[in-house]
């Protein structure tokens, strides 16, 4: 037995709590998610003060350029969009066409899509495709697409990227699946491929968030590029 007030439902309090206080809801994020739900799109969103992180981040990193790997809604763009100065940019990339359409009366709605670009098709090859148009380096990339994929979205995140570059990938922990060595699930085996390379890149410097809350136990990974 788990010692009372742990758990499920107390992680989700305090989670209430914190959101509360401090990532409150406006009209643009909350009729993202409503817009979603409506559509039917999974509510695999990050929750409102893992939203408000990504803010921070992007904030603390001074970021203009934003590359966000898995759109789905937008919700997390939307986030990422409001901590972009005058004149910056988030790239986010999206394979389903559905989603993508949803993203954007959602980024309209919420007064972001002038600041977004946002690219069909699999990242994979968006991600080509930014490299080989030259594009300035991100300062921050959030990867959040198919977990199968982070291993090789961490190459091109690399590639996009300067020393100080913020790479930050959500969904690493799962509720502890990562650990599943021997699993035959892509997305665990792809999370602990991602880990590794995270390990053992020497340019990288990275860490693992773990978080509770309204989405379960999960994980942040937050790395920086090293000079
Ligand atoms: N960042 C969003 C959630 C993204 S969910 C938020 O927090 O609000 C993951 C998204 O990645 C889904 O919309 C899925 O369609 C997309 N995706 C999956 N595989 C992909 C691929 N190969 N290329 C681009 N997007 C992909
Ligand atoms: C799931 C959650 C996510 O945040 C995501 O990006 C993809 C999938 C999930 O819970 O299945
Ligand atoms: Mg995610």
């Known amino acids: 037995m788990p010692p009372r007030g742990s758990g499920t439902r107390q992680w989700i309090a305090v989670d209430d ?5 401090l990532a409150r809801h406006d009209e643009g994020l909350d009729a993202a ?3 979603n739900q409506d559509a039917g799109l999974p509510a695999i969103d990050v929750s409102p003060l893992l939203g408000r992180f990504l803010e921070v981040l992007a904030r603390i990193a001074a970021a203009r350029r934003i590359l966000e790997i898995g759109t ?12 972009l100065p005058e004149g910056g940019q988030v790239v986010s ?3 389903n066409p559905r989603h993508a359409k949803v993203a954007r009366a959602n980024l309209r709605k919420a007064g972001v899509l002038e600041r977004v670009d946002l690219r ?9 495709a930014l490299l080989a148009a030259g594009v300035e380096p991100f300062d921050m990339i959030f990867i959040d697409a198919d ?5 090789e979205y961490l190459d091109w995140a690399l ?5 100080g570059t913020v790479i930050v990938a959500d969904n690493v922990v799962r509720n502890g699946k990562v650990i599943q060595a021997g699993s ?3 997305d665990v085996q792809g999370v602990r491929r991602f880990t590794e390379k995270l390990a053992s890149e020497p340019s990288l410097r990275a860490t693992v968030l773990q978080t509770v809350g309204i989405k379960g136990h999960d994980g942040f990974a937050v790395a920086v590029v090293l000079g």
């Not at 709590?17 to 206080?21: A, E, G, I, R, T």
């Open 93 to 95: 990339l999206e394979l």
């Open 159 to 163: 590639k996009l990227a300067r020393p």
């Open 184 to 186: 035959t699930d892509p």
């Open 120 to 128: 069909v098709g699999r990242a994979m090859d968006s991600l080509a």
């Open 72 to 83: 789905l809604g937008g919700y997390s763009t939307i986030w990422l969009a409001r901590a």
């Open 17 to 21: 709590y914190f959101s509360d206080q």
């Open 147 to 151: 977990k199968s994929g982070y291993p």
């Open 33 to 35: 998610l409503q817009h």
